[in-house]
């Protein structure tokens, strides 16, 4: 346990509320989906439980907090969204505090002139959009995530993926600047605030700018982010639809919403890239067939039947389109209807296109996405970015891995990952979900998440699975060594490493052991 000195100095940073090692709190914070962490709380790994909750509400608080965890040696876990579903948020070693960062939920400031926010890190997608929507502004739009949601969070963590074409930067173009406290409790600003804090309308700083550092998934080893600049955009909706029948959204004004089916994988990956590479719409997707037909039916049973008859196929496409000229629409759709026709796509059925009536609203997330009422466990074998044409391939690995389990996993194991295009479909986001019982299937789903992601240089798209070393997610987008270099941001930006240890273990100092093991 955490020294009461140390205890009553963190309390007299944030309050004597605002820290707790209560352990019914702690046991709170000690579990999430993921069958790594279902695994360790059945094998009754303890160190799943952090020895203190703290949650400061200020710049100054977390730096604060994090001088005093580097004088007593206390390793520090940051947490964003709180809806964590991989496993990295939760303990691996003693002396361990999670720093909630709930409190810091201020809209600072909307500049109207400029189209940005500033903001601290757990104002989610919906505040964000019910803040602009009052002056006519857009956040740009939603990955597939749930509106509670945090956008800093969602972004740092997963680069912020969904828009197809550059009219709108969700994501890390999103991202003008960052306030960082840095592991040793000195404060960094990097992008639009690296020039002038009062100009946010820059992406980056002139010269070498370290905020690509935060953007690529550092996990909060490398310091905590509590504050950002995020680019907004003018809403060409009107108002907001209502939707007056359940789980059929009309689409908003200026926007159409388009659904492709296709025979074979290659031609729907084609008509992807061919759509993404000459910019058309602001979003363009692959989505998974089990969640297709998970979206598509009201009944988790249902949704299995339907699966296997197959009446969910595995290749569509979906399209959305926006602008205020009703001239740039028809053109985008014609040049749409060109690339379906040369790569085979057809429409697809109006029965089915009723059933994906739920997407409507997946790029504005005016609501939680039924996608998110996954049955069971959650276990992501893979997510991370690589050039399309790649694609088949690795679904090809993953389910060779897939195939080789203990016992027979659900059938929607075999479906057709998910694909988002990222800027503009240079390179897309491959998720892979496993699907399964909680408690029947953590230890069968474990051994497969792990040599997916030990597969790596097979699987190029591989995620940063906790524990797991392996490439960068965007892999040769920044160069095969970015591992390397981000292990040596670590010695410079926290030698003592207290941020998150053992969660990325390609950025363990040089000769530290992992978790449970004696140094030598």
Not at 213 to 234: D, N, Y
Not at 378 to 405: C, D, N, W
Not at 499 to 507: A, C, E, G, H, K
């Amino acid at each position: 346990m955490i020294e009461p000195h140390v205890y009553q100095a963190i309390a007299e940073v944030v309050g004597p509320d605002f820290v707790s090692d209560d352990r019914a709190t702690r046991e709170c914070y000690s579990r999430d989906p993921h069958p790594s962490v279902t695994v360790r709380k059945m094998n009754k790994d303890f160190a799943t439980v952090p020895d203190l909750v703290v949650l400061p509400s200020s710049t100054e608080e977390v730096q604060a907090v994090l001088r005093i965890a580097n004088r007593y040696k206390v390793n520090v876990i940051p947490m964003g969204s709180g809806d964590n579903l991989t496993g990295v948020c939760i303990p691996k070693m003693a002396r361990t505090m999670t720093m909630d960062l709930k409190r810091m939920d201020k809209v600072l400031e909307v500049d109207e002139e400029n189209k940005t926010i500033r903001m601290q890190p757990w104002v989610s997608y919906a505040r964000i959009q019910a803040t602009c929507m009052k002056l006519g502004l857009w956040n740009g739009g939603t990955p597939a995530a749930p509106s509670s949601n945090n956008a800093v969070s969602n972004v740092l963590a997963y680069g912020g993926e969904y828009q197809t074409a550059l009219a709108y930067g969700l994501g890390i173009r999103s991202l003008h600047s960052f306030t960082v406290v840095l592991p040793n409790g000195d404060i960094i600003r990097t992008g639009s605030h690296g020039m002038s804090r009062e100009d946010p309308t820059y992406w980056y700083g002139p010269g070498p700018d370290l905020k690509g550092i935060w953007e690529m998934g550092a996990f909060g080893g490398l310091g905590v982010v509590t504050e950002v600049v995020w680019k907004l955009h003018s809403w060409p909706g009107g108002d907001w639809p209502i939707e007056e029948e359940y789980g059929h959204p009309p689409i908003p004004k200026n926007h159409r919403f388009y659904w492709y089916r296709f025979n074979k994988p290659e031609d729907c990956i084609k008509a992807a890239h061919a759509l993404c590479y000459a910019g058309i719409g602001i979003g363009c997707n692959i989505p998974m067939r089990s969640v297709n037909a998970m979206c598509g039916e009201t009944h988790l049973a249902d949704s299995f039947k339907r699966y296997d008859e197959g009446y969910y196929e595995n290749f569509w496409i979906y399209i959305i389109t926006a602008g205020y000229s009703p001239r740039q629409l028809d053109y985008e759709e014609k040049v749409l209807l060109e690339i379906m026709k040369e790569n085979n796509g057809e429409p697809l059925d109006e029965e089915r296109r009723r059933k994906m009536d739920n997407y409507n609203f997946d790029g504005f997330r005016s609501g939680n996405f039924v996608r998110w009422a996954r049955q069971g466990i959650y276990a992501i074998t893979a997510f991370g970015r690589g050039p399309v044409e790649i694609m088949a391939g690795v679904h090809e690995l993953q389910q060779s891995i897939v195939k080789q389990a203990d016992k027979p996993v659900p059938s929607m194991n075999s479906t057709w990952p998910w694909y988002y295009a990222y800027d503009r479909g240079y390179w897309w986001v491959d998720e892979r979900d496993l699907y399964g019982d909680q408690l029947d299937f953590a230890r069968t789903m474990l051994p497969l998440v792990v040599q997916v992601i030990r597969s790596t240089p097979d699987n190029p798209s591989g995620y940063w699975t906790p524990n797991e070393p392996h490439g960068a997610w965007f892999g040769p987008q920044i160069g095969p060594n970015f591992h390397l270099m981000l292990r040596d941001m670590k010695k410079v930006l926290d030698p003592n490493d207290i941020m998150n240890p053992n969660t990325l273990v390609f950025v363990r100092p040089k000769g530290k052991k992992p978790a449970g093991q004696k140094e030598g």
